[in-house]
């Protein structure tokens, strides 16, 4: 079971960039999706879970309004889609399979994480 983030860089605040999770149709099918972020010495914390249907989303209430999730299982890919970023969204993103069609915000609500990718927003 392999999960594979991309799409960090270093941006500017105020921009945008858009993350994707890919992984095998087995990993993905039936499941939910999420993205978490840890920034430098601190807790891995919850950002945004999509349902394996796409019918339900959720996110963290620093993220609401900026971020949105999606998903094309068609492709078994999610995406992350961040705008109006501020240097506090720093951090390496992670993705990871829920254990659910929906997982919710809980980490140990998901079994497989993907590696991690660095995103850098400088003010």
């Known amino acids: 079971v392999q999960l594979q983030a991309s799409g960090g860089g270093l941006v500017q605040a105020g921009g945008s960039l858009r993350l994707s999770c890919a992984a095998s149709k087995r990993t993905f099918s039936n499941n939910a999706v999420g993205w978490f972020r840890q920034p430098l010495g601190k807790e891995r914390e919850f950002v945004a879970t999509i349902s394996w249907r796409g019918g339900t989303t959720n996110y963290a209430d620093s993220v609401k309004g900026r971020f949105t999730i999606s998903r094309d299982n068609a492709k078994n890919t999610v995406y992350l889609q961040m705008n109006s970023l501020k240097p506090e969204d720093t951090a390496v993103y992670y993705c990871?399979?829920?254990?659910?069609?929906?997982?919710?915000?809980?980490?140990?609500?998901?079994?497989?994480w993907g590696q991690g990718t660095q995103v850098t927003v400088s003010s």
């Open positions: 990871a399979s829920g254990r659910m069609p929906y997982s919710g915000s809980s980490s140990e609500m998901y079994n497989y």
